[in-house]
């Protein structure tokens, strides 16, 4: 198996731009979490999916993020309008539910 | 009170000697618990899993749970340089769906 497939692995983009990050998770897995790490926060969860169901979107920061898993085997994190202190790395990982997730390489996020 | 919680670190140990790295977590729901390694700009890695009290062994690495004591630990046994990395511990909340929750993360270096 590729693993958990994450694209871009870099993203620049200006201030008030809509961003799209994606996610193809392992094959066969039925849990996906998408993360935001920062130096200052470490790796914050934004929400995470069961059998392509939102479960908690607590940690989605502002109404400007949203997800969406439209089948098993594709999730998207869209920010629009992004902002400056949306940068981070972006990470998605996927597991079969209670037990271990595996991440993905990550998008590396840019707001100039 | 985070739900899990690290000593942020850096821990510096010797090359040869045993690093300990601690965790604590708060919600007697999380059921199963993960140790990963980050490398700077990487993606983090797991490691080690425990589901069960006591403890569980794998090469250098051991990892321990007290479930009462809510309460979790890696040893790794005879540091090399190459372990020098963030630890990030993990626990996975049955009861909330599996939500998957991280600690801050320790920094280990391991001198020669």
């Known amino acids: 198996d590729a693993g958990v497939i994450q694209s871009p692995r870099h993203e620049v983009t200006e201030m008030g731009q809509e961003v799209t990050l994606r996610c193809k998770p392992i094959?066969?897995?039925?849990?996906l979490f998408w993360y935001r790490q920062t130096m200052m926060r470490g790796l914050e969860l934004l929400i995470y999916?069961?059998?392509?169901?939102?479960?908690?979107d607590s940690g989605m920061p502002e109404d400007r993020f949203s997800a969406k898993m439209p089948n098993a085997s594709f999730s998207t994190l869209k920010i629009q309008p992004s902002e400056p202190r949306d940068s981070a790395v972006y990470f998605c990982?996927?597991?079969?539910?209670?037990?271990?997730?595996?991440f993905g390489q990550g998008t590396r996020l840019t707001v100039v | 009170q985070k739900e899990v919680e690290q000593n942020s670190g850096p821990l510096s140990v010797p090359e040869g000697a045993i690093a300990s790295l601690n965790c604590t977590y708060s919600?007697?729901?999380?059921?199963?618990f993960f140790w990963y390694r980050q490398y700077s700009g990487k993606s983090p890695e797991l490691i080690m899993s425990?589901?069960?009290?006591g403890d569980k062994e794998d090469g250098r690495f051991t990892a321990q749970l007290n479930k009462a004591s809510q309460y979790v630990s890696l040893l790794i046994r005879d540091s090399q340089p190459s372990d020098s990395a963030t630890y990030l511990c993990?626990?996975?909340?049955?009861?909330?769906?599996?939500?998957?929750?991280f600690g801050q993360g320790t920094e280990l270096s391991v001198k020669p």
């Open positions: 990982a996927s597991s079969l539910q209670n037990t271990e997730a595996f």
């Open positions: 094959s066969g897995h039925n849990s």
């Open positions: 999916f069961n059998n392509n169901v939102p479960i908690d």
């Open positions: 919600d007697r729901g999380s059921q199963s």
């Open positions: 425990i589901y069960s009290n």
């Open positions: 993990a626990g996975k909340i049955y009861n909330q769906g599996g939500k998957l929750i």
